[in-house]
């Protein structure tokens, strides 16, 4: 490891998390990237190394491929690499060992590694080989700066004013971009479309399904969007033959009736809904139908229920109750009823506020999924 050559850093904030279960190569590896203006975390095990990476955001990750197990087979970094990905590392991973092989470093490659260090390493290669990763995260992340600003306005405005009803909603995507949707269509006839959909997957495939899903629900016509089982028999056909067979949305349908104060709802797979009453008794819309684009055969049940004065409902992704803290505990249902409850008869925009208060009150570090609220008050 020959001596680092100072140049003018890249980027003053570039954060880099490096695990080596050597403390020598750690702190060899934090002066290079300190000498290069780059911040350096460093980690010693496999298990450190995944609770920095899922309570801090990093640019990249560094890892050892070989630990306490043995020291040559690169077994142990190879399953590091499976639960970076598992717990939803954003960050590019290159991977290093004194035990280098071509067949290793296409392995690691094909498990999501972005690059292959062999130690000893040079600096100069493995400065260029981090500068090139910053490199391409900047442009990433300019781009998906762009396409965020591009999802946020595929989202609806402000909320339909409706004679019996308010609505509220929000959604906060776990990064620039997310798989969550929610929406808002005039049906005509005194009617409402309320739309709540979370869309398998993460980042920008996902972001993709969703504008898919969001897409074929703003082209239907006024008069298809009151008839919620062939309207939704059309999107799951669309949506089962337009994307990969894991690809799927679980999905949540509303038809309100502003003058009859009815709601006709299909749920897709979706977490169940809670309808407060002004009573205080709690109703869950359960699911009336499988999700959409899973299968090709599909059909629904359309259920129905009378939204009264005082009444509240909310519908929520599952970023929601399964946020987690950092005991790892979930979030949960009976967490959301609680706050559901303390705003009782409150607008629903301070409804919406409050639950992702909570959530984010409640979770450690970045979020790990997209989180919507949307909430009804009946008038």
Sequence with gaps: MNAPETVAPLL???RV???DDQSDVCEALRLL?????WQAVTVETPAALLDRARGEAFDLVLLDLNYARDTTSGAEGMDLLASLEAQGNAAPVMVMTAWSSFDLAVEAMRRGACDFIQKPWENQRLIAAIRKQADSGRRRKSELEIAAAVQQKLF?????????LECAAQCLAAREVGGDYY???PAGGGHEVFLLADVSGKGVPAALLMANLQAAFRSQAEEALCAPAALLESINRHFFHSTAAERFATLFYGLYDDRARRLRYVNCAHNAPLLLRSSGALERLDATALMLGAFAQWSCAVAE???EPGDALVIYSDGVTEAASASGDEFGEARLERVVRGRQGQPAAQVVDAILDAVAAFSSGPRSDDVTVMALRAL
């Design 33 to 37: 990237l300190k000498s290069q203006g």
């Design 305 to 307: 229920v009378a939204l």
């Design 17 to 19: 998390l490096v695990c």
């Design 183 to 185: 929406d808002f269509l």
């Design 12 to 14: 003053a904030d570039f």
């Design 156 to 164: 609806p405005g402000d909320p339909p004013r409706l004679d019996t």
